[in-house]
């Protein structure tokens, strides 16, 4: 009997943690699609709260928007359909974390012609970033094509309600991610 009870235990936790990836997967893929199409709304909603702590929601919304589209530049994600790769849903300090990785390639197109003195300064910064492996300046698009790793952590807890919430990771906002998320978590994702 106490066989069957722990076989019994045994499945329905894995099969949980099957059910509780294959959300993970599938809201990844939502959180992308609506990056991609420029639905910052919908991005909002798979965002994690805290970051709504730091700055309320109507702020980030808007400075997402600008981002993306101002008077001097547009940014656009170039994959329809990136390959994430998943690390093991980690148990941190009560909390669900898992880290998302893939390719993320986008376009910065200039609405003024840059010059050569502009393309060059850019183009250092955007290798000396360390957060593109491509770089490269499309002179008859006005735009540069950059692409490079890039990272979600992925959050589940009391304040998600066990909901999968997002949090991008780059090494230039690794303090912001490490403001969110502690010290602690970031080392243990390693990061």
């Given at each position: 009997m106490k066989n069957l009870i722990f076989g019994l235990a045994l499945l329905f936790h894995f099969t949980s943690f099957s059910q509780n990836a294959e959300i993970l997967k599938s809201d990844v893929k939502k959180m992308y699609d609506a990056s991609y199409n420029l639905a910052f709304?919908?991005?909002?909603?798979?965002?994690?709260?805290?970051?709504?702590?730091?700055?309320?929601?109507?702020d980030v919304l808007a400075a997402m928007e600008?981002?993306?589209?101002?008077?001097?530049?547009?940014?656009?994600l170039v994959h329809v359909n990136p390959t994430f790769t998943y690390s093991e849903i980690k148990?941190?300090?009560?909390?669900?974390?898992?880290?998302?990785n893939y390719t993320n390639a986008m376009r910065m197109t200039f609405e003024n012609k840059l010059s050569g003195d502009e393309i060059?300064?850019?183009?250092?910064?955007?290798l000396d970033s360390g957060e593109y492996k491509t770089v490269q300046y499309e002179k008859d698009r006005n735009s540069f094509f950059l692409e490079g790793n890039a990272f979600m952590i992925a959050v589940a807890d009391e304040t998600t309600q066990g909901k999968w919430k997002f949090v991008n990771y780059s090494k230039t906002q690794a303090q912001l991610a490490e403001m969110l998320l502690g010290a602690k978590v970031i080392k243990e994702l390693g990061l």
């Open positions: 709304e919908e991005v909002m909603n798979y965002t994690h709260p805290k970051v709504f702590e730091m700055a309320n929601k109507e600008y981002a993306f589209d101002n008077e001097t530049m547009r940014i656009r148990i941190i300090e009560g909390k669900s974390f898992c880290l998302i060059e300064t850019m183009k250092k910064s955007f």
